[in-house]
C-alpha cells in the first residue's frame, strides 16, 4: 500500500480522574462490583492510526517517562484485533501512540489508549459500529474502556460497563505520578485482605461535581482502594499531606493507584501545589472529546 494514498485517523487518548470510587462485593466472575465518577482530562496520548497491511504499534515514549511494552497485550493492539475480528477482518493499521499519560499509575492511560483506537478505526475502516455497539466491544476490552469512549464524564457501575453520562462543571487538578507501580488485580486483592467499610457518600461527589462547589467536592470525594493501597506504600499518604499542606481542596489516590490527584481552586492555586511535590505534578482539566486540541508541531494549532 503506498504511503501517499494512505488514509489517517487522529484521535486523543485521555487520562481519567476517578472523583469518587466504591468497589463492593466480588463478583463469580472476578470481578467487583464498584460505582464511580470518572471524568476524561485534558492529559493525552495522541493516536495516529494509518491504513496499512497487517496490525502494528509503535509507541513514542515521553520524555522521562517509563516505557509502555508494544506488544499483543498492549490493550491498544488488543482493541485494533477486537474490531477487526467483529467488523473488519481483512483491514490492517499501523497505530502510532505519542504517550503522555504516566504509565500505570491508575489514570487509565492503556483504557482510553484502546477506547481511542476503537474510535478511530471505527472511522478508518468504515465498520459503521454504533456508539452502544462500541460500548459492548469496550467492555470486553477492560473495566474502564467503555467510560472513555465517551465524549464527557460518566457514572459508571457493573464492573464499568454500565455508564451513564454526566456533566460536571469545569475545576482544575493537580495529578502527582510515582515511580513505582502496583497492579490492579492485586490493589482488589488487597481490598478482599482488609475488607474494610465503604465510607463515603456519592450523592454528596456528584452534587458537588454538577454545581461546581469545589470546596464541597474536595471534602466529599472518596476512593476506597486508596486504604488499602495507602497501608502498603505509605508515600501516598505523605504526598496527601504535602499537597493539602500546598493549599489544595482535596487528594485522591486515582483508580487503582498509585497516582494522587490534588483538587484546587484555578490555575494559581495549582502552580502552588506543583511547586510542592518533588515528584512534578501535571495540571489537568475535566475535558470533552470534542473540545481538546491535537497540538501537532508540523499544522501548527489546530
Ligand atoms: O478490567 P481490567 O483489566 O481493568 O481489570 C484488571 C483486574 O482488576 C481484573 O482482572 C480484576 O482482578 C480487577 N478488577 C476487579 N473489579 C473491577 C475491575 C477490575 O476486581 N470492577
Redesign the pocket.
Known sequence: MSALQAREVRELARAKINLFLR?GE?RED?????ESLIAPTSLADELIATEADGITLEIDPSPGREETPAGPDNLAVVAALALAEVAAPSRGVAIELVKNIPVAGGLGGG?ADAAAVLLALNDLWDCGLSPGALDELAATI???VPALLQDGASLVR???ELVEPIEIEQMIWVIVPFDFRVL??E???WWDEDAPASTGNPSAVIAAARSGDIAGLGAAMFNDLEGPVTARHPEIAATRERVLDAGALGAIMCG?GPSVAALTAGMDAAFEVMRAVPEGGIAVAPALRSEIQWDDPDDGAL
Not at 30 to 34: I, R, S
Open positions: 468497589v466480588r472476578g470481578f467487583h462490583e464498584m483504557s477492560g473495566s474502564d457493573g464492573r464499568g490492579t488485580p490493589v482488589f486483592g487503582s
